[in-house]
């Protein structure tokens, strides 16, 4: 592996220098050379702290840190070939964008035709050609992110930092701007290492995400196996929205797993756990693998509350004293079903999740 973060912790000391404070216990990580992983998660759970210590900018209580097979823990940031994006872009507002760009490679002392190819070449490949006399205050939020982002490439590290760039950026800037940063990641294959506490950043971003909580990783994975198979209660509602309907095992015979839940039996199947008879289970069932229709289905409803939201329409159904929270996405679709409507619903049983019962919950 390219970059092993090997049973890291942190301790700090607690306010008043009274106890102490654990805030990143025994994580393991191994990032692949080209790599984007994200951490992810709340804020206090752990992530910005780890990125620090990638960087430097902390030093483990106990660990390693091995960048391409050398162990790091003691070296000091500029030594570490890494280079870092932070939230707020911390541009010199008296340099014009050139300068700002290569201020690192000046005080490598390289020469000014260096500095100029490589300044240029980075710019092109942030889109800010013909802007390099220009000043920071002259650039909108998002080209000033574009000036911080070739400032840390043009050092041409082994490693890329960002923490939580695009957190002073509105909407529809942090959306072109999550775009340009993995075209740009893609482009130079350059392992990255990015935090966000946005499971959209992480979903469109990542090669894999960390999705951590409370000093400790509780999943890793790929966008699709994070969404679709949650290891725990916390992950499936940190990433995207989640209903956690009860449940008992009357059976299982191999990957198929049958349970009752809401009244009725449903069988599972590629389910990987094992689990024994008359254990309490917990399903985890996403809002658009519910289907909602007049008739037919496995579950007798009465909808609660609908709401039409233009690309979908939400449903809370009430099924058998649980609420049900259900969306229907299909554009044919334009008749809502009324508050106190009968309804029948269907999970989409192949994309039903089980865990045993109170397995890290939240």
Same mark, same amino acid.
């Given at each position: 592996?390219?970059?092993?973060?090997?049973?890291?912790?942190?301790?700090?000391?607690?306010?008043?220098?009274?106890?102490?404070?654990?805030?990143?216990?025994?994580?393991?990580?191994?990032?692949?050379?080209?790599?984007? =992983?994200?951490?992810? +998660?709340?804020?206090?759970?752990g992530k910005t702290t780890t990125l620090r210590m990638i960087a430097g900018f902390e030093f483990p209580t106990a660990g390693r840190i091995v960048l391409d097979g050398e162990e790091i823990n003691s070296l000091p940031p500029h030594k570490r070939e890494m280079s870092m994006v932070f939230q707020?872009?911390? #541009?010199?507002?008296?340099?014009?964008?050139?300068?700002?760009?290569?201020?690192?490679?000046?005080?490598?002392?390289?020469?000014?035709? !260096?500095?100029?190819?490589? =300044?240029?070449?980075?710019? $092109?490949?942030?889109?800010?050609?013909?802007?390099?006399?220009?000043?920071? +205050?002259?650039?909108?939020?998002?080209?000033?992110?574009?000036?911080?982002?070739?400032?840390?490439?043009? /050092? *041409?590290?082994?490693?890329?930092?960002? $923490?939580?760039?695009?957190?002073?950026?509105?909407?529809?800037?942090?959306?072109?701007?999550? !775009? *340009?940063?993995?075209?740009i990641q893609k482009t130079l294959n350059i392992t990255s290492v990015y935090v966000t506490h946005d499971q959209i950043e992480a979903m469109t971003l990542s090669d894999r995400i960390v999705v951590m909580n409370e000093g400790?990783?509780?999943?890793?994975?790929?966008?699709?196996?994070?969404?679709?198979?949650? %290891?725990?209660?916390?992950?499936?509602?940190? &990433?995207?929205?989640?209903?956690?309907?009860?449940?008992?095992?009357? %059976?299982?015979?191999?990957?198929?797993?049958?349970?009752?839940?809401?009244?009725?039996?449903?069988? #599972?199947? %590629?389910?990987?756990?094992?689990?024994?008879?008359?254990?309490?289970?917990?399903?985890?069932?996403?809002?658009?693998?519910?289907?909602?229709?007049?008739?037919?289905?496995?579950?007798?409803?009465?909808?609660?509350?609908?709401?039409?939201?233009?690309? /979908?329409?939400?449903?809370?159904?009430?099924? $058998?004293? =649980?609420?049900?929270?259900?969306?229907?996405?299909?554009?044919?679709?334009? *008749?809502?079903?009324?508050?106190?409507?009968?309804?029948?619903?269907?999970?989409?049983? $192949? !994309? &039903?999740?089980?865990?045993?019962?109170?397995?890290?919950?939240?």
């Amino acid at each position: 592996m390219y970059l092993t973060l090997e049973n890291i912790t942190k301790v700090f000391p607690s306010r008043g220098n009274v106890g102490e404070v654990t805030a990143v216990h025994d994580v393991n990580l191994e990032i692949q050379k080209g790599e984007l =992983v994200t951490l992810l +998660g709340p804020s206090g759970c752990g992530k910005t702290t780890t990125l620090r210590m990638i960087a430097g900018f902390e030093f483990p209580t106990a660990g390693r840190i091995v960048l391409d097979g050398e162990e790091i823990n003691s070296l000091p940031p500029h030594k570490r070939e890494m280079s870092m994006v932070f939230q707020s872009y911390a #541009l010199f507002p008296h340099l014009t964008v050139f300068e700002n760009v290569a201020y690192g490679l000046n005080v490598q002392r390289l020469s000014k035709k !260096t500095i100029a190819e490589r =300044v240029g070449r980075v710019l $092109d490949l942030v889109h800010l050609q013909g802007y390099g006399d220009r000043a920071p +205050g002259q650039l909108s939020g998002g080209q000033q992110q574009r000036v911080a982002l070739a400032r840390a490439l043009v /050092m *041409e590290p082994k490693v890329l930092l960002m $923490d939580e760039p695009l957190s002073n950026l509105d909407a529809k800037l942090r959306e072109e701007m999550r !775009t *340009e940063i993995r075209r740009i990641q893609k482009t130079l294959n350059i392992t990255s290492v990015y935090v966000t506490h946005d499971q959209i950043e992480a979903m469109t971003l990542s090669d894999r995400i960390v999705v951590m909580n409370e000093g400790v990783i509780e999943q890793i994975g790929s966008p699709v196996e994070i969404y679709r198979f949650p %290891n725990s209660r916390f992950v499936a509602n940190f &990433i995207g929205r989640a209903n956690f309907i009860d449940g008992v095992v009357l %059976n299982q015979k191999n990957s198929r797993l049958t349970v009752r839940s809401l009244g009725e039996s449903i069988t #599972l199947s %590629n389910i990987k756990r094992e689990f024994r008879e008359g254990e309490p289970v917990t399903l985890i069932v996403r809002p658009e693998m519910i289907q909602i229709k007049k008739k037919g289905g496995l579950y007798q409803g009465t909808v609660r509350q609908s709401v039409y939201l233009g690309d /979908m329409i939400e449903y809370a159904v009430d099924v $058998d004293g =649980v609420s049900i929270l259900g969306t229907e996405t299909d554009p044919h679709v334009i *008749e809502l079903f009324p508050e106190g409507e009968n309804v029948t619903v269907d999970f989409a049983q $192949d !994309t &039903i999740q089980v865990l045993p019962a109170g397995k890290k919950v939240d």
